[in-house]
């Protein structure tokens, strides 16, 4: 398996060994064991996910040293109070592992915000619970790692070329191993942003884009490969390929100047 393959399969490897980790009836010595397993399984796919970020691109940390600081990050979070943010994550997902409608929701939105990461294949939003926690959590970590590293300066100006303030690095939201269910399934209010997000790009294709266009960026809205993609269309894979990277770049001119405030967080 590749690092870019993250399907069910592997996520209920993870999940399992998570339920292991957050098991007080287990002894240290197994409890530990799981935290290494579960280190050797997401460990690589958090450090891609961060090398892949462009907002470490934006603001000057390219090395091959930042996304392993990153990763550090985010151990920390989820090592700490007794792994309280895996706990967290075991309790409110243990119900409901199955994708739901607010899953795919996510999982579309999170598509939107990677746009511009350089393979959308491994920045893809997969609707498995612990993925998409996991990628919320590199998302703040990579914040807090920026702000560390920069000592509170901003990334350069991107977009339309507006000065960008300290608002735009943060989110102004609490650590995550201190805010109220932080990582979990997003309150009312984010569920909300992200509907008015993906209905706004929706109504954009549906009166702008030509058919196989507005059809084949839905296809990849909802994480379907390529070679399906092109299957549906009656196209070769790298037609539709195409086709979807001319819907991102249509997508990208349109909302310029609101991708950053639509994906701050």
């Avoid at 399907?7 to 957050?22: I, S, T, Y």
């Avoid at 702000?147 to 303030?165: E, K, Q």
């Avoid at 960026?217 to 979807?244: C, M």
Wanted: aromatic share 6%.
């Amino acid at each position: 398996m590749s690092v870019h393959d993250w399907d069910g399969a592997f996520e209920r490897r993870c999940v399992e060994a998570v339920e292991r980790v957050c098991d007080g009836r287990l002894t240290q010595a197994e409890r530990e064991q799981a935290w290494h397993e579960l280190l050797v399984q997401a460990a690589p796919h958090v450090e891609e996910w961060a090398r892949r970020s462009s907002l470490l691109r934006r603001a000057g940390l390219t090395s091959e040293d930042e996304p392993r600081a990153v990763l550090v990050v985010v151990l920390e979070r989820l090592s700490s109070g007794g792994f309280e943010n895996l706990r967290r994550f075991r309790a409110h997902c243990r119900p409901r592992l199955e994708p739901s409608e607010d899953d795919a929701l996510a999982s579309q939105y999170l598509r939107l915000s990677r746009l511009d990461e350089a393979d959308d294949a491994a920045a893809a939003a997969v609707a498995t619970p612990l993925r998409a926690w996991l990628l919320n959590v590199v998302a703040y970590s990579i914040k807090d790692h920026v702000r560390r590293r920069l000592g509170g300066r901003t990334p350069p100006p991107v977009g339309d070329g507006s000065p960008r303030s300290k608002r735009d690095l943060g989110t102004g939201a609490e650590r995550l191993d201190s805010s109220h269910e932080r990582g979990e399934r997003p309150p009312i209010t984010d569920a909300l942003t992200m509907a008015r997000v993906v209905r706004e790009v929706s109504e954009f294709m549906g009166a702008t884009f030509p058919a196989p266009m507005r059809r084949a960026v839905e296809l990849w809205l909802d994480d379907t490969g390529f070679d399906a993609i092109g299957a549906e269309l009656g196209v070769a894979g790298a037609d539709a390929r195409a086709l979807v990277r001319a819907g991102q770049a249509r997508l990208r001119e349109r909302f310029r100047g609101d991708w950053d405030a639509w994906f701050a967080g």
